[in-house]
C-alpha cells in the first residue's frame, strides 16, 4: 500500500506568553509544550481534551494568528516544506482553511454570501453556495443578510460552509458544532470525513470524544498542554488496547462506559508538577513519573509515560 503524503507535521510545538504582574514584573506562563501531531492526506485526526489543554491554540499557531504576547517555538511543517509566517499568510483561507470555535470570526458589516464567496459572483460560485446552504437546512435569502441578523446556530453553520466552498488542502476544525442539534452536528462531521475522503487532511479539535471516534482515523490526546498520547480511533473500542492513564479515564467516561470520573483538575501552567502533568491524579505515579519523559511508540501509536 502506497504511504500517504504527510500534509502537516508539528514538532516540539510550544507557546508561550508574556504577562506584566505587580506593575513591571513580568513573567512568561508555558501554556503548550512538548506538542506534538502529523495529519496526512485523506486522514482526519482528532486532538481531544478538555478545556484549558491547550487545543484552540493550536489551530492558531498553525495559521499564525496568535495574540501579539505570544512566543512560539518548535517546528510546523506544511506540505514538505517548513510553514513561515510568510507561507501561513499566503495560504490561510485557500490551501489551509480554518473553521473557527467563535462565530466571531465572521465580518460583521459584511453580507453571509460575500463573505463565503470571497467576493466571488460567478455562476459556479453561486451555485455551489447553494447546494451547501440547502444541505445545512439555510436558505437562500440568508446570503443576503448580515451575520448579526442570524441566530447563533445558522451562523455556526455558515462557518462551516466555508470548508466546503473550495478545495483546501488541510481543513482546521476548532469545535465547529456547539450549539448546534445533534442530527447537524452528525451532518457536519460527516462533511469533514467527506473532505479526508477526498485528499484533504482534517484536524478536528474537540472536547467530544464520542463525537470523534464515529468519524476520525486516529486521535490525539492532550492534557495539560501536551500530548499524552496517539492512538488510532479504533484503540478506543477497549481500555485495554489505550496507552495513557488519562486516555483510558477518557474511555471510562464515555456514556456507554458508566460515566466514570476521576478525582482532581487538570493542573493550571503556573501549578504544573514536574515530569508527568497528569500525575497527581494518576494511580500509577512513581517517582520516576517526576522526571522528564519522552514521547515514544508503543504498540503501533504513541504515549507519553514511562509506564505504558
Same mark, same amino acid.
Given at each position: 500500500?502506497?504511504?500517504?503524503? %504527510?500534509?502537516?507535521?508539528? /514538532?516540539? &510545538?510550544?507557546?508561550?506568553?508574556?504577562?506584566?504582574?505587580?506593575?513591571?514584573?513580568?513573567?512568561?506562563?508555558?501554556? #503548550?509544550?512538548?506538542?506534538?501531531? %502529523?495529519?496526512?492526506? @485523506?486522514?482526519?485526526?482528532?486532538?481531544?481534551?478538555?478545556?484549558?489543554? @491547550?487545543?484552540?491554540?493550536?489551530?492558531?499557531?498553525?495559521? @499564525?494568528?496568535?495574540?501579539?504576547?505570544? %512566543?512560539? @517555538?518548535?517546528? #510546523?511543517?506544511?506540505?514538505?516544506?517548513?510553514? !513561515?509566517?510568510?507561507? =501561513?499568510?499566503?495560504?490561510?483561507?485557500?490551501?489551509?482553511?480554518?473553521?473557527?470555535?467563535?462565530? +466571531?470570526?465572521?465580518?460583521?458589516?459584511?453580507?453571509?454570501?460575500?463573505?463565503?464567496?470571497?467576493?466571488?459572483?460567478?455562476? *459556479?460560485?453561486? *451555485? $455551489?453556495?447553494?447546494? #451547501?446552504?440547502?444541505?445545512?437546512?439555510?436558505?437562500?435569502?440568508?446570503?443576503?443578510?448580515?451575520?448579526?441578523?442570524?441566530?447563533?446556530?445558522?451562523?455556526? /453553520?455558515?462557518?462551516?460552509? !466555508?470548508?466546503?466552498?473550495?478545495?483546501?488542502?488541510?481543513?482546521?476544525?476548532?469545535?465547529?458544532?456547539?450549539?448546534?442539534?445533534?442530527?447537524?452536528? /452528525?451532518?457536519?462531521?460527516?462533511?469533514?470525513?467527506?473532505?479526508?475522503?477526498?485528499? +484533504?487532511?482534517?484536524?478536528?479539535?474537540?472536547?467530544?470524544?464520542?463525537?470523534?471516534?464515529?468519524?476520525?482515523?486516529?486521535?490525539?490526546?492532550?492534557?495539560?498542554?501536551? !500530548?499524552?498520547?496517539? *492512538?488510532?480511533?479504533?484503540?478506543?473500542?477497549?481500555?485495554?488496547?489505550?496507552?495513557?492513564?488519562?486516555?483510558?479515564?477518557?474511555? /471510562? *467516561?464515555?456514556?456507554?462506559?458508566?460515566?466514570? &470520573?476521576?478525582?482532581?483538575? =487538570?493542573?493550571?501552567?503556573?501549578?504544573?508538577?514536574?515530569?508527568?502533568?497528569?500525575?497527581?491524579?494518576?494511580?500509577?505515579?512513581?517517582?520516576?513519573?517526576?522526571?522528564?519523559?519522552?514521547?515514544?511508540?508503543?504498540?503501533?501509536?504513541?504515549? $507519553?509515560?514511562?509506564? +505504558?
Amino acid at each position: 500500500m502506497k504511504e500517504k503524503k %504527510t500534509v502537516l507535521n508539528i /514538532r516540539d &510545538f510550544s507557546v508561550s506568553f508574556e504577562q506584566y504582574e505587580r506593575g513591571f514584573h513580568k513573567t512568561v506562563l508555558p501554556v #503548550i509544550r512538548n506538542l506534538d501531531v %502529523t495529519v496526512h492526506e @485523506g486522514e482526519m485526526v482528532a486532538v481531544v481534551g478538555s478545556s484549558g489543554s @491547550g487545543k484552540s491554540l493550536l489551530a492558531h499557531g498553525i495559521l @499564525g494568528i496568535l495574540p501579539y504576547n505570544a %512566543t512560539m @517555538g518548535g517546528e #510546523i511543517w506544511y506540505d514538505g516544506e517548513l510553514l !513561515t509566517p510568510k507561507r =501561513q499568510k499566503m495560504l490561510r483561507g485557500n490551501e489551509i482553511v480554518l473553521v473557527p470555535q467563535s462565530i +466571531a470570526f465572521l465580518d460583521p458589516l459584511m453580507k453571509i454570501g460575500s463573505q463565503i464567496r470571497k467576493g466571488k459572483k460567478d455562476k *459556479a460560485s453561486k *451555485a $455551489r453556495l447553494d447546494k #451547501i446552504f440547502e444541505g445545512y437546512h439555510l436558505k437562500e435569502e440568508v446570503q443576503g443578510l448580515y451575520p448579526f441578523e442570524l441566530s447563533g446556530g445558522m451562523n455556526r /453553520r455558515v462557518l462551516v460552509s !466555508t470548508a466546503l466552498m473550495g478545495n483546501p488542502k488541510l481543513v482546521i476544525a476548532d469545535e465547529p458544532t456547539p450549539g448546534l442539534h445533534m442530527d447537524m452536528v /452528525r451532518r457536519v462531521m460527516s462533511h469533514f470525513r467527506e473532505l479526508a475522503d477526498k485528499g +484533504a487532511g482534517v484536524l478536528l479539535i474537540t472536547h467530544d470524544l464520542e463525537q470523534a471516534l464515529e468519524v476520525a482515523d486516529r486521535v490525539v490526546v492532550f492534557y495539560a498542554g501536551t !500530548t499524552v498520547e496517539d *492512538a488510532a480511533a479504533s484503540d478506543f473500542q477497549a481500555q485495554e488496547t489505550l496507552r495513557h492513564p488519562y486516555s483510558k479515564a477518557l474511555w /471510562r *467516561a464515555l456514556p456507554q462506559n458508566g460515566f466514570q &470520573f476521576i478525582k482532581g483538575t =487538570q493542573p493550571y501552567v503556573k501549578e504544573l508538577p514536574d515530569g508527568c502533568p497528569f500525575g497527581p491524579r494518576c494511580e500509577y505515579c512513581t517517582a520516576e513519573c517526576q522526571k522528564e519523559i519522552a514521547y515514544r511508540e508503543v504498540q503501533g501509536g504513541r504515549v $507519553r509515560c514511562v509506564h +505504558a
